[in-house]
């Protein structure tokens, strides 16, 4: 091979290299485009939901309301009018139940039992500085006090 053939691949090669890198950045660029158009259909999707959801809540609280005043009965519900409003009902009860809890229990911290939470906790019963900052005799932990028995009424004392 003769030096004008060379140059003539080393041309070829290099129009190559550049049609690689216009298809790489191509291709990270339909990637990007892709990845805007899923999160877009996402959010478009949860947005749907939405609506839908508050569609249906508006339906019931409608088909609530001519019960109330006598527009229909129960007998002219179908089945799925039933079984809608009763888990409708039953969400509506279940999220009344909750705010009524938080409503009665504003102010409760980490450490403060809530809904039946009988169970000190080591903050509750620990001095504010631990146990380190009481002062303390090495034996006084070990002495008997009047009225105490020095067994531990375990098995062993059987």
Not at 79 to 91: A, F, I
Not at 95 to 100: A, G, L, N, T
Not at 111 to 136: F, H, M, Q, T
Request: with cysteine; aromatic share 2%; hydrophobic share 30%.
């Amino acid at each position: 091979m003769d030096q004008k053939e060379l140059d003539q691949m080393r041309k070829v090669v290099k129009e190559l290299m550049k049609e690689l890198k216009a298809m790489a950045m191509a291709r990270k660029t339909v990637d990007v485009e892709s990845y805007i158009l899923k999160t877009k259909i996402k959010n478009i999707k949860e947005e749907l939901d939405h609506k839908r959801k508050v569609v249906k809540e508006l339906e019931m609280d409608h088909l609530i309301c001519d019960l109330e005043n006598g527009l229909r009965s129960l007998d002219d519900l179908s089945q799925t009018e039933v079984h809608d409003l009763k888990s409708y009902t039953s969400e509506k009860i279940a999220w009344f139940e909750r705010e009524i809890g938080r409503r009665s229990h504003p102010s409760t911290s980490v450490n403060e039992p809530i809904l039946g939470d009988d169970i000190p906790k080591a903050s509750d019963v620990a001095p504010e500085g631990g146990p380190s900052s009481l002062p303390s005799d090495d034996n006084e932990d070990m002495k008997t006090r009047e009225g105490e028995s020095s067994k531990s009424g375990g098995a062993d004392d059987a």
